[in-house]
């Protein structure tokens, strides 16, 4: 099985080659690797797929005593070092977008394009900060199974078989505690860090997103010169699983607009 040691920690991934540039996907904290099934047959004709089991998800189980998801943006970089990738792009859904925007800061010339797929990767700002706050007093709370909210009502009234197909894979990661949501959204980047990169960017949002508000992600649009926005309806937190073909079609497009030369 394909894992990256560091020290006593594994990081699992899988490599299912294909021609043409590497791309990574890497999932929220509602999936792992298993989440891009809609994803990799439709893009390793075209690009190098690497899928990740992220840093406490799936096969990749942190250590009692590691970093948690502060290390999300390292394992990234780790992995491109690992696999001998001078240049990526990411396809980063919800909690990918933490790693991604992390990792971009980091070492911006490693990227050549970035998906933020129904995430703006805890990206930060006055405008961000004051329009949250605005958000989270006019709408209603989020669901208390964590599954649940990834999916958009209409998603989930109309099929229910990936439905439960989302869960059992949601299923296979260790639960997370309130400690680990806790960590995770005390990481934040400055939007100006990120805008300084230069790196060509593209936000997906659904309409029925209730985790990461579809206005956050129009702001991010606004604020950060030629980026491009989808706004899919009918979709939710996941409209990569929800609307696979219109996800595919507009991320294939966008990464053949900047793919090396």
Not at 17 to 40: C, E, R, T, Y
Not at 100 to 123: E, K, S
Not at 223 to 245: D, T
């Amino acid at each position: 099985m394909p894992f990256m040691q560091q020290g006593r920690f594994r990081l699992y991934f899988e490599d299912t080659g294909g021609d043409g540039p590497a791309v990574v996907f890497l999932h929220g904290a509602g999936g792992n690797h298993l989440s891009w099934w809609q994803q990799v047959p439709a893009f390793r004709a075209t690009y190098r797929c690497i899928t990740v089991d992220q840093r406490g998800f799936g096969q990749s189980p942190d250590l009692p005593d590691g970093p948690g998801c502060s290390a999300l943006a390292a394992d990234l970089l780790a992995l491109l070092d690992h696999l001998g990738l001078a240049r990526a792009a990411v396809v980063a859904q919800s909690m990918g977008g933490w790693a991604a925007v992390g990792a971009a800061v980091q070492q911006p010339q490693r990227f050549w394009a970035i998906v933020l797929a129904n995430t703006i990767g805890n990206l930060s700002d006055p405008d961000l900060e004051a329009l949250r706050r605005q958000l989270q007093a006019t709408r209603p709370p989020r669901p208390p199974v964590p599954w649940q909210g990834a999916l958009g009502v209409s998603f989930q009234q109309r099929d229910a078989a990936r439905t439960f197909l989302y869960a059992q894979i949601s299923g296979l990661n260790a639960p997370r505690s309130e400690a680990f949501y806790e960590q995770l959204y005390r990481l934040t980047t400055p939007l100006e860090r990120y805008r300084a990169t230069g790196i060509p960017t593209l936000l997906i949002t659904g309409d029925e997103d209730i985790l990461i508000w579809p206005e956050l992600s129009l702001l991010v649009h606004a604020k950060l010169p030629g980026s491009q926005l989808v706004r899919v309806s009918g979709a939710g937190h996941s409209v990569y699983f929800e609307a696979p073909e219109r996800f595919n079609q507009e991320v294939l497009a966008f990464l053949e607009a900047h793919r090396p030369a």
